[in-house]
């Protein structure tokens, strides 16, 4: 069946790079594309960008500057990474599937929980 | 950017109707079809897809939620709200990039 999930580490030093990877099952990155979305503490959802299936990349403007999408389809991985950390980035990350043609997330990730502190 | 705008909360009483909004600074609609989503996200977890293009009921999703609206003007209607409910609902355009959400509507109960 479908899945994805997310992982990396719970904890980074402001100023640091913080690297995530989304692994996937069930279908092929060739095939779907995949998204990260995160949501601080209490607060709402935030689109940051997105893998498509061909390996093309998109980015929020506003994070575009720190952000990096990539992929290994041959180990079903999506990775994130951005850098300049602050304490603002503190939250949870979710990578995200989107079911073609009708552009909406079918299958989300349980969510990695990153926080930005010395 | 499309701004999509919905009320941060929303208290109704068991076995009435909610109605959640979610009005877009930009028309969403391309070819016939309204690219609006709506999620329901519960304490810990993450995100469920309810409804699709507006309208359509994901698979699994009780019939008592329902979508409608086109343009600019959204709706999701839970009728009757049932306990299990309380959660934050989010709409989603993904007319054009970057995709954007609202910004969230609480459903608490009375």
């Known amino acids: 069946q479908v899945q994805l999930k997310e992982s990396g580490p719970g904890l980074v030093q402001p100023s640091q790079t913080l690297s995530l990877t989304c692994t996937v099952s069930g279908f092929s990155l060739m095939d779907y594309s995949v998204h990260w979305v995160r949501q601080p503490p209490g607060k709402g959802l935030e689109w940051m960008g997105r893998m498509k299936y061909d390996g093309d990349t998109y980015y929020n403007s506003a994070l575009k500057s720190r952000l990096s999408i990539s992929r290994d389809t041959s180990k079903s991985q999506v990775f994130l990474k951005m850098n300049s950390l602050q304490t603002e980035d503190t939250a949870i990350y979710y990578c995200?599937?989107?079911?073609?043609?009708?552009?909406?997330?079918?299958?989300w990730g349980q969510g990695v929980m990153v926080t930005v502190s010395s | 950017d499309i701004v999509l705008t919905q009320s941060p909360a929303l208290a109704v009483s068991l076995g009435q109707r909610a109605t959640i909004s979610c009005k877009t600074n930009?028309?969403?609609?391309?070819?016939?079809?309204?690219?609006m989503h709506w999620y329901q996200q519960k304490p810990g977890q993450q995100p469920k897809l309810l409804i699709y293009l507006a309208s359509n009921l994901a698979s699994g999703i009780p019939a008592r939620f329902s979508g409608r609206g086109s343009g600019t003007d959204f709706t999701l209607t839970i009728d009757p709200v049932e306990a299990d409910d309380t959660a934050t609902y989010y709409c989603?355009?993904?007319?054009?990039?970057?995709?954007?959400f609202g910004g969230g509507t609480k459903l608490e109960l009375k």
């Open positions: 930009q028309n969403v609609d391309y070819y016939g079809n309204s690219y």
């Open positions: 989603q355009q993904s007319r054009n990039l970057p995709w954007t």
């Open positions: 995200t599937r989107e079911l073609r043609r009708v552009h909406y997330f079918d299958y």
